[in-house]
């Protein structure tokens, strides 16, 4: 995915947002599901990793027998959705139970109104309201504009980003995907954390990740250290190079 993402970002956007109307219109088990793909450009990936088309990657894969190729539409069994979704929907569960523990009144909420991007989910819907059958489950009809706003806005901005940066000798070193819309007012803002979980994943990804940090950074990192200590709150790069030349041998260059 990490080289379909760098060699074809459109065609990327454009299976993301296939996927963002499957979620809201994936119901029950032995339904299918019609999803466009980019073949041309699927196709032209596939050969050029995988040296076979993209009809052999799907048929060869573990659901060759639920997903088949019809023009530019993939036909998925519903089943597969259903085992995909299991892991975000228990996540969903397990948060509402740990929010309801931690509420001394919780035995006197009645309702739960779900708005957001899943809010729409039928099989979000039906494992809410099957876990809390005590509970009114309540669906705004306007549950997802919020969210889909802030996706719409996302998707804008990312397209922006590629065709300004697509061409760029270090355009592989831009996360694309990774856009975040925060509210610097709102400190319960859910995508602070998202921010802050995608930095880590992030730095995990490093190859440098886990190593010691080389000792020649630490005279610097240090003066730095002392003259904020002293109440210094900016640096001119002129000033930054005479103290990293003050520091001889361990000097970064």
Excluded at 62 to 81: F, M, P, Q, T, W
Excluded at 167 to 187: E, M, P, Q, R
Excluded at 188 to 215: C, H
């Amino acid at each position: 995915m990490q080289s379909f993402k760098q060699e074809a970002p459109d065609a990327n956007q454009a299976i993301i947002r296939e996927c963002e109307q499957i979620k809201r219109k994936v119901k029950g088990s032995g339904d299918k599901i019609e999803m466009r793909v980019p073949y041309a450009c699927l196709n032209n990936i596939c050969l050029k990793f995988r040296d076979e088309n993209f009809l052999s990657v799907i048929s060869t894969s573990k659901y060759g027998n639920d997903i088949s190729l019809k023009g530019e539409s993939l036909r998925i069994e519903a089943d597969i959705v259903h085992i995909l979704f299991k892991t975000t929907i228990d996540m969903i569960i397990a948060l509402i139970e740990d929010i309801f523990k931690g509420y001394k009144d919780a035995h006197n909420v009645t309702n739960i109104f779900m708005i957001g991007c899943l809010s729409e989910c039928i099989l979000v819907q039906e494992a809410v309201r099957q876990k809390f059958f005590r509970k009114s489950i309540i669906v705004p009809d306007d549950s997802y504009l919020a969210m889909e706003e802030n996706d719409d806005l996302s998707l804008l901005f990312q397209e922006e980003l590629t065709k300004t940066f697509s061409s760029h000798k270090l355009h592989n070193h831009i996360g694309y995907d990774k856009v975040f819309f925060i509210n610097a007012t709102d400190a319960a803002d859910l995508n602070i954390d998202r921010l802050k979980y995608t930095l880590v994943d992030i730095a995990f990804e490093q190859s440098t990740w886990g190593q010691k940090m080389p000792i020649v950074r630490v005279p610097l990192d240090l003066q730095i250290s002392d003259l904020r200590f002293n109440g210094l709150k900016i640096i001119t790069k002129k000033r930054l190079l005479e103290i990293n030349k003050s520091n001889e041998e361990f000097a970064l260059t």
